[in-house]
């Protein structure tokens, strides 16, 4: 067992407390994912060793599972190592050390899933309620074609490691158990490269960029995730790919705002619709409907238009709310005032809808 490993904390990578909430690691990681990503910070191998943390951290920390074992492993303390104490028996031991391999990746020579892609994609308003189907450039490590992967020139320039015989693997005794760790002459590889391949500096990857399809469904919010598994880094060692994250920001629209699966729209009235009533013809992301505005609607007032918001992908659709105001008359003719001057004197005199502040 390598005590590195172990003796990361993770909560502290992320920047959260032991007791944050699912939502509080999920939040951060993103935060910080964003903030640190390779193809945002070009050239800065920092930022790409704190991806990798921070991605490690997180693949640990959002699994309810491998958090509560990480924890285990954590609160034994110098014991995990001593053999002695920490409430825990061998068998214990070794069902929580067995499944740690695979996460901190000293099982399997080395297996470890490839790092997580993160890319941001703007649609339109209209997009996001109708869903679509668009391209995505990715960067992204794919392994390197001319050493198939193992970093040797051709593929063909390396030996068995003597150490490990091959497993990536040594045993380390610790008191009364014993711990298989990677193998450092090797790192966990299992075999030896004699002479570097060229063209991947023997990372047995390359940087390739290429273009991903992505069905965005319909009634995608603003800040949803969609994830899109195995376009991520390539995994070590026949370990699964990485996964692809594609953020979603969706434009403003110049009428509508949204409330969940409903849609807002505000609707000017002319003084004369709202004292007499009329019937106006309002528009919805689709199409043009009628609503009907009764006699004496007051400014502010809202109606419901059923089944005209969103219809997110299999669920029922919203509602559309149209709330609707008073647009005075601008650059009155002096015959238009006067007409507004008699209105006023014979409908609007006496008390005025304001008396009641000065009670």
Same mark, same amino acid.
Request: charged residues 25%; proline residues 5%.
């Given at each position: ?13 992320? +920047? ?23 193809? %945002? ?32 492993? =954590? ?28 996460? $901190? ?6 297996? =470890? ?35 198939? &992967? ?13 150490? @490990?015989? +091959? ?11 014993? $711990?298989?760790?990677? @193998?450092? !002459? @090797?790192? &966990?590889? &299992? ?26 469904? !319909? &009634? ?24 692809? %994250? ?24 002319? $003084? ?27 400014? +502010? ?13 299999? =669920?029922?659709? +919203? ?14 003719? =002096? ?25």
């Amino acid at each position: 067992m390598n005590r590195d490993w172990l003796e990361k904390d993770f909560y502290k990578v992320l +920047g959260i407390s032991q007791n944050a909430s699912i939502d509080e690691i999920k939040k951060n990681y993103k935060k910080l994912a964003r903030e640190n990503h390779p193809d %945002l910070n070009p050239g800065d191998p920092e930022a790409e060793k704190r991806f990798k943390d921070i991605s490690e951290a997180n693949s640990v920390l959002a699994d309810d599972k491998k958090r509560q074992e990480y924890d285990q492993v =954590r609160a034994m303390g110098p014991s995990a190592f001593s053999g002695q104490g920490g409430g825990f028996n061998a068998e214990d031991l070794g069902d929580i050390f067995g499944n740690l391999g695979d996460i $901190f990746g000293f099982g399997g020579a080395g297996r =470890r899933k490839g790092q997580s892609y993160q890319t941001n994609l703007t649609i339109s308003f209209v997009e996001s309620a109708s869903g679509l189907e668009t391209n995505v450039p990715l960067r992204k490590e794919v392994s390197c074609s001319d050493c198939r &992967g193992n970093g040797s020139e051709n593929g063909n320039a390396y030996h068995t490691c003597n150490i @490990c015989g +091959g497993s990536g693997q040594t045993a380390s005794n610790q008191g009364f158990f014993s $711990f298989a760790q990677p @193998c450092q !002459a @090797c790192r &966990g590889q &299992g075999s030896v490269i004699d002479k570097q391949c060229k063209t991947c500096k023997a990372q047995g990857v390359v940087i390739k960029s290429e273009t991903i399809k992505v069905k965005i469904p !319909a &009634g995608v919010d603003n800040g949803t995730v969609i994830r899109l598994r195995g376009y991520g880094g390539t995994g070590d060692n026949g370990a699964p790919d990485g996964d692809l %994250l594609v953020q979603i920001a969706v434009e403003p629209h110049q009428y509508f705002k949204r409330s969940g699966s409903d849609l807002v729209l505000e609707v000017p009235l002319l $003084f004369t619709e709202a004292a007499l009533g009329a019937t106006i013809k309002i528009p919805t992301l689709e199409k043009q409907i009628s609503l009907k505005i009764p006699s004496g609607t007051p400014s +502010g007032k809202t109606f419901k238009v059923k089944g005209e918001g969103i219809t997110p992908q299999g =669920r029922r659709s +919203g509602d559309l709310y149209v709330k609707v105001y008073l647009n005075p008359p601008q650059n009155l003719s =002096r015959s238009a005032k006067k007409h507004l001057e008699s209105f006023r004197d014979q409908f609007e005199s006496g008390d005025t809808p304001r008396d009641y502040l000065y009670e």
